[in-house]
């Protein structure tokens, strides 16, 4: 209906390259939203799984010094953990490891040397696996009584709430500029509308059916709103691709915190951007078409 | 064909300015539609190619009465009028071809199908030369040729024109009421609202006269 060689019923760009532009850089903003909220997605879901994968045993040192007693517990610990049911792996940490550990905090100094640190046991679970705790509890207090286990739930918790709060920010991050780019993509066709009244009474005039009308106003405000938001989210998409070209290049990603970069399948998600643009801008034009015809005669 | 009475129309809270407008455009006639400036012409006209609704009265078209005829009727209607307005209303992004074949591709014909025909219609309204030039480019009176040949390239059952040859010189404006003489042969009703008497007096059309709200029969067709 709208082909060059008919000759279009509305001015392809009169008017809307600065609104064009606006639709531009609120896909864009909400492509780089979407993008963050499924990396803060896969954050606490890596949280969440490598928490809840494992556990640790800790054997409190004695009062007064080390014992024969004391490090050959760290031994039956380990070998209560590889006879539980649901237990993968089990290994002592050594005297040295764990002094690697508090290093961070507590530096390498003499003082940390003399330091009584207990012995640490690390269990991997299964995956998919379930332990039974109590139960486990009861062989290790059997086995060695100056063990206690720590099966990370308290961490767990803390830290879902966090991955939680993360997530659900990151999406109502999303959502509000997604609500944003809805208003400016909806805004964009209402104004080009209304630019192009003077068309829409003309063709009214001339007895053209309202559908005909919206058909043609709805596939000019998709195809504008289309190549708006695409181009907004494929720079969006590029910053993602090169975020992972810093590792690449040799930049060191922070401690605690995911690359900025999305897998092949998480670009994929972005199309969704120019998708709903186009869908939007398609549902804007036409019922602002047809509740404009229906105020005229 | 078209039939009124007793019509009356005003905007918003002013005075009226169509007052109990009795008349009737019989199928085939050609009509003249004269009257002082800000007579009420234009408002008549939009009347009768249902761009406003009276304020009162019986307004009949194609044998449908428009105050109980459903809006989704009006589209068809209008496809049966060929309307040049006073203003033009080309389309300027559209060259003069695609103007003059707008109707044709609202009514759902290819371009294959009405090519020539649009093509053979701006040859005889003298813009042969002009077929892709954008509105903007033309001069006025190549304007409301194109405005015309938009009107008339459907073959209208009812052709209104709001002063066809008003940006026209003589040769043309001869030439343009000859072609809405041939359309009016062809079966079209016409109506052409001017100012222009020297149009009234090389033809036999009927005149009507707006005085002070008021239509008045002026002159009968002449066989």
């Known amino acids: 209906m709208n082909t060059d060689r008919e000759g279009r019923i509305l001015p392809r760009w009169e008017g809307a390259a600065p609104l064009d532009v606006v639709i531009g850089v609120m896909a864009f903003l909400a492509a780089l939203a979407l993008g963050a909220s499924l990396v803060a997605e896969r954050m606490a879901e890596g949280w969440r799984a490598g928490l809840a994968a494992g556990l640790t045993v800790q054997i409190l040192p004695p009062a007064e010094g080390a014992s024969p007693q004391w490090e050959k517990e760290a031994d039956s610990v380990v070998a209560v953990l590889s006879t539980t049911g649901g237990i993968a792996k089990a290994q002592a940490l050594s005297d040295a490891d764990t002094r690697k550990l508090v290093e961070p905090w507590l530096g390498a100094g003499a003082l940390v040397k003399e330091l009584p640190l207990p012995r640490l046991v690390d269990a991997t679970v299964a995956p998919g696996a379930a332990v039974d705790l109590p139960l486990l509890v009861r062989r290790l207090k059997q086995a060695a009584p100056d063990a206690i286990v720590d099966d990370h739930a308290r961490w767990i918790q803390r830290l879902q709430r966090a991955a939680d709060t993360v997530m659900w920010t990151s999406w109502g991050v999303l959502g509000l500029i997604a609500l944003a780019t809805a208003a400016a993509v909806t805004f964009a066709t209402r104004a080009g509308l209304a630019a192009n009244q003077d068309i829409v009474a003309l063709l009214h005039q001339m007895g053209a059916r309202a559908s005909f009308i919206a058909d043609a106003f709805e596939w000019h405000y998709l195809a504008s709103a289309l190549s708006a938001s695409a181009t907004g989210a494929a720079a969006a998409g590029v910053l993602f691709v090169a975020a992972g070209s810093l590792q690449v290049m040799g930049v060191e990603p922070v401690p605690f915190l995911p690359l900025l970069t999305l897998s092949p399948a998480e670009l994929a998600w972005l199309v969704a951007v120019p998708a709903c643009s186009g869908l939007i801008a398609l549902a804007t034009a036409r019922l602002s078409v047809l509740a404009a015809l229906g105020r005229i005669y | ?223």
């Open chain 2, 1 to 223: 064909m078209l039939r009124f009475e007793n019509v009356g129309m005003r905007y918003g809270a002013g005075a009226e300015v169509l007052r109990d407008v009795t008349f009737r455009l019989e199928p085939g006639s050609f009509t003249f539609l004269t009257g002082a400036s800000g007579a009420g012409k234009t408002t008549l006209l939009k009347l009768m190619f249902l761009q406003e609704p009276p304020t009162r009265g019986l307004i009949s078209l194609f044998g449908c009465d428009l105050a109980t005829a459903r809006r989704s009727q009006f589209p068809a209607l209008r496809r049966r009028i060929g309307v040049v307005f006073q203003d033009f209303r080309l389309l300027n992004h559209l060259s003069a071809f695609d103007n003059v074949a707008l109707p044709l591709r609202l009514a759902g014909r290819q371009r294959e199908d009405y090519s020539h025909d649009v093509e053979e219609l701006l040859g005889w309204v003298g813009l042969a030369e002009r077929l892709h030039a954008k509105p903007a480019t033309l001069s006025g009176g190549e304007q409301q040729r194109v405005a015309i040949a938009r009107a008339v390239v459907a073959r209208p059952d009812l052709l209104l024109a709001d002063e066809p040859t008003g940006n026209v010189d003589a040769d043309i404006a001869q030439r343009l009421v000859r072609l809405f003489e041939e359309l009016n042969r062809l079966g079209t009703t016409v109506l052409i609202a001017t100012h222009d008497r020297s149009l009234l007096d090389r033809t036999r059309a009927k005149e009507v006269r707006l005085v002070d709200g008021h239509l008045v029969e002026m002159r009968a067709q002449r066989p």
